[in-house]
């Protein structure tokens, strides 16, 4: 047998949700306007640090997209977006100033003071 034979296929890039931001995504996703729709995450090129994360809500999925569902949560990330969320979370968080969606990605060198934008 080649060694070919015996590889593995490669892993899909991985992008954790943990519990507090499931439930908030499974609540805004029953809200009336939202029904039938996805929590699409993205990033694009902007923000005071180079990149910028954004949150829509859609209710197409693209052919290449990830698709996660926990929980009653259900999000999507194109694949460019993806190759830049590789290994991150989203969480949930509130605290005395308000509440948030946030994401922890190890890949960004460095971040903005509100979290939003960041380099690699």
Known sequence: MS?????????APSFGIT?????????VLTQEEHKGMMLRISVSGGGCSGFQ??????DTKGESDLLIEREGATVVID???LDLLKG???DYVEDMIGASFQITNPQ??????CGNSFSV
Do not use: E, L
Not at 108 to 113: H, V
């Open 3 to 11: 060694d070919a034979a015996i590889q593995s296929p490669p892993q």
């Open 19 to 27: 519990d507090s931001a499931a439930r908030r995504i499974a609540w």
């Open 53 to 58: 994360y954004g949150f829509t809500f859609d």
């Open 79 to 81: 694949d460019v977006s």
């Open 88 to 90: 991150s979370q989203i």
């Open 108 to 113: 960004a060198k460095s971040t903005c003071g």
